[in-house]
């Protein structure tokens, strides 16, 4: 079951809010590629609403139709129309395509010391405050302390951005909102976060430093940010409506224009869909696109839509797409019977221990009846619905003593009451005594603590490859800690995610592939700091070389599930060398897959030369993957060329790690460079036998000079 944290507050959404009859709104919103490059004919807004006055006939009706116009990731507009005005549009001249907008959702601290970031890590400071992070999410609760600005100078000179509707100061320096959607907003219109998500985020890649920083107690420590100097933009794209929580493409991709616009440096997106367009087209892809051409680099949430196959989201290849998996903290509440046995589960339980042991009863008989009603008032309840959940709440009862597998899975539950979720085994042997004891009482203890050994692993709800469109591409590309994450969060935000939650606190535990994308790019913006001129696809492919291995017995779906591994930030400053992925090389990539004209549009280049095109194995990417048919002899060859950002004389020797039953050879085996950025080139050539149906083979190759370990997964499945 892939439930996560987000469903469940989907889920509770839906529960307590009746969707209105819709009034049937023959009209939806579609995004309209055209072309030219930005600069060209097809760009600006009047153009756009002659196309549409062509297809609609009427001018007013074109002008109230358009909603948006694209020149900066794109050209083109959104616009609402009836079926048969896109169908009409789509055969217009200068029209590429035609696309519905989709929804896109949120992917919803200790974890930069796991990372190996310590509050004394060495820092330049100087350039660290001279980056700007936009952050497309759910806007930013500004006041907080993560959010103070001391020691900062006013914003760099070529920010343009500007503060709608909020108070900013020297940390947040640019908020806007965007909302074009078509449901009744149930919050504001303005870059406040009243959801908590966008705050979260936000504080993660770039946070100041609080001491003493819990969440009512529990994970205490200094939160901050991966660069807390650094600069926050915030974009609010995602809303509360009357019908549920959503994001809409039009909006984002018009934040997506301003953000580049404005100056940032990188953009963290901590949104995803699970609405698969045929990728390329699709706006994130191509406005990210243009963001890499700008030098900045996007990292996104590889979508909590796992753990099954193909559930990865946000997977273009310029995009850094980053899994979710668990930090070695885990916060643990502990259940005591009258009999002394005791039970621990995954809580977020940050109420005081009970004071005495409470009589226990059974929320739920073996025919999942429910059993709850007013004489469970002031008593622990054993049970599994998120049903019996609210009754018990509704009721009064002192505790609750959860199975929360399927709901909470692979993460700590949270509750508005004192309770501990324990696992399906524990909750037979607590229901067992329960039964059979005359006088059944049991304690429920506040959470504590505690030391995972086994992580990382990667989180069941984080997205798994292959991306369907490009199964030759490995994504995701790397993890990060996305599980029980403790992050600034907005005072207007209940604390937990259940009906009539009065609690309000300045942080949060939450989990999510959501959480992990702010980590990889506080990782990204720290090497940026000591690297100003590296291109995203460098800073990119110094991450994932020195991300640290994952393991395929831990972690069943390998690669798909972690990419080339857990992220390494300080690694990550001295990669040795890189696979510089240029944007000829995404075009020839492009190229393979996609007509001309589409290759044009996504580049924004008129003079594409489509002449050299390669498969998508065949570009320079730092790992490599490909799909190949089962019960057939194999052999791939994946070309590659590394840049030597290391010592300029220097000799690195290849090392290949594979599997019995496959071959993998290097040539050639030694990488002699004898100057900084020079770049040499290698083919690896894996083959094999009969790989059956599904079979996953994990290799990897690993360059070194005896100092700088350079990483490649090696990844092929049938
Ligand atoms: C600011 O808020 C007001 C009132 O909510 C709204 O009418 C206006 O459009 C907002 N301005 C911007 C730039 O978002
Ligand atoms: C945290 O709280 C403790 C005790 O309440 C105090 O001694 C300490 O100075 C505080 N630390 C910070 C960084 O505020
Ligand atoms: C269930 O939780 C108990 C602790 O309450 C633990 O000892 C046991 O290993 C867990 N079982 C499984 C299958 O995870
Ligand atoms: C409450 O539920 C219990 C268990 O199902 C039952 O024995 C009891 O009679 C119920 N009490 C009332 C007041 O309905
Ligand atoms: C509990 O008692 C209240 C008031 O006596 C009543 O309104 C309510 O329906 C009862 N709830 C349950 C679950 O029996
Ligand atoms: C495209 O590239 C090929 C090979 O590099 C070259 O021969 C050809 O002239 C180029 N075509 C154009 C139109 O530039
Ligand atoms: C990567 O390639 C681009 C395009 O050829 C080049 O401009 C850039 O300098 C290269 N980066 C490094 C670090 O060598």
């Not at 002192?398 to 309770?419: K, T």
């Not at 042997?429 to 059944?440: A, E, F, L, R």
């Not at 990419?563 to 990550?572: D, E, F, Q, T």
Request: aromatic letters at 8%; one cysteine or more; charged letters at 20%.
């Amino acid at each position: 079951m892939a439930s996560t944290c987000l469903l469940l507050l989907l889920t509770f959404f839906f529960f307590f809010f009746v969707f209105p009859a819709d009034a049937e709104s023959p009209r939806q919103v579609y995004i309209v590629y055209t072309d030219g490059v930005s600069a060209g004919k097809y760009a600006t807004s009047s153009a756009h609403l002659e196309i549409l006055e062509q297809v609609l006939e009427d001018s007013n009706e074109a002008s109230e139709s358009h909603i948006y116009s694209y020149n900066e990731i794109f050209t083109g507009f959104a616009a609402r129309l009836t079926n048969a005005e896109k169908q009409k549009l789509a055969s217009a001249q200068n029209v590429v395509a035609v696309l519905p907008g989709r929804k896109f959702q949120l992917q919803t601290t200790r974890s930069w010391d796991f990372l190996g970031l310590s509050t004394t890590v060495k820092r330049i400071s100087q350039v660290e405050s001279n980056l700007i992070v936009g952050v497309l999410d759910s806007g930013i609760w500004p006041g907080l302390e993560s959010f103070r600005d001391d020691g900062l100078g006013p914003p760099p000179k070529k920010w343009k951005g500007v503060c709608h509707n909020i108070t900013c100061n020297n940390k947040i320096i640019g908020g806007r909102s965007y909302y074009t959607g078509d449901q009744p907003l149930a919050e504001e219109r303005s870059v406040i976060d009243t959801d908590g998500h966008g705050t979260h985020t936000a504080s993660t890649v770039a946070g100041m430093e609080v001491g003493n920083a819990s969440f009512f107690g529990l994970a205490e420590g200094t939160a901050r940010g991966g660069v807390p100097s650094a600069r926050i933009a915030a974009y609010k794209v995602c809303w509360k409506t009357i019908a549920g929580a959503t994001c809409e493409e039009q909006d984002l991709l018009a934040a997506f224009e301003d953000a580049i616009k404005d100056g940032v440096d990188m953009l963290s997106v901590s949104i995803g869909s699970n609405e698969t367009k045929e990728y390329p087209i699709d706006g994130l892809a191509v406005g990210s696109f243009r963001a890499m051409k700008k030098g900045i680099l996007t990292s996104a949430a590889a979508g909590n839509y796992g753990p099954h196959p193909s559930t990865v989201t946000n997977g273009a290849p310029w995009i850094l797409t980053v899994g979710a998996s668990s930090m070695d903290r885990k916060l643990l509440a502990k259940l005591e019977l009258g009999n002394g046995q005791t039970f621990m589960g995954d809580s977020i339980n940050f109420f005081p221990t009970q004071r005495s042991f409470y009589t226990i009863q059974l929320g739920e008989d073996d025919n999942k009846k429910i059993l709850i009603n007013n004489s469970t008032k002031r008593k622990n309840v054993v049970l599994k619905s998120i049903k019996s959940v609210l009754l018990a709440i509704k009721v009064g009862a002192r505790g609750v003593i959860w199975d929360a597998e399927e709901v909470f899975v692979n993460q700590a539950c949270q509750l508005p009451l004192p309770g501990a979720c324990l696992n399906t085994s524990a909750i037979n042997k607590v229901k067992k005594y329960v039964i059979k004891t005359k006088n059944p009482v049991g304690k429920i203890y506040k959470s504590i603590s505690v030391h995972d050994p086994t992580a990382p692993l990667v989180a069941s709800f984080s997205g798994r490859g292959p991306v369907k469109v490009t199964p030759n591409i490995l994504k995701p590309d790397i993890t990060a800690p996305g599980v029980d994450i403790l992050a600034a969060y907005s005072l207007k935000a209940p604390s937990t995610d259940f009906p009539d939650e009065k609690r309000h606190a300045p942080f949060k535990i939450i989990s999510g592939t959501s959480m992990a994308c702010p980590h990889a790019t506080g990782a990204a913006l720290y090497v940026k700091t000591f690297h100003p001129s590296w291109s995203p696809s460098v800073i990119k492919s110094a991450l994932m070389t020195t991300a640290t291995p994952m393991s395929a017995k831990e972690n069943p779906d390998a690669e798909f599930s972690y990419g080339s591994g857990h992220i390494n930030p300080l690694k990550a400053l001295n990669p040795g060398l890189v696979y510089n992925t240029t944007e000829i090389d995404y075009v020839n990539f492009l190229c393979s897959e996609l007509p001309t004209k589409v290759v044009k549009l996504i580049s924004g280049d008129d003079v594409v030369n489509c002449s050299n095109s390669i498969n998508a194995y065949e570009m320079n990417y730092p790992t490599m993957s490909a799909n190949v048919e089962p019960k057939k002899p194999f052999t791939v060859k994946f070309p590659r060329r590394v840049t030597n950002l290391g010592q300029p004389n220097s000799v690195y020797k290849a090392t290949v790690q594979s599997p019995s039953g496959v071959r993998v050879s290097v040539n050639p085996e030694v990488l002699a460079f004898k100057s900084l950025e020079q770049e040499l080139k290698f083919q690896v050539r894996v083959s094999g036998g009969k790989l059956e149906a599904g079979e996953k083979v994990s290799a990897s190759l690993v360059w070194s000079d005896g100092k700088q370990s350079v990483r490649s997964p090696i990844f092929i499945y049938a």
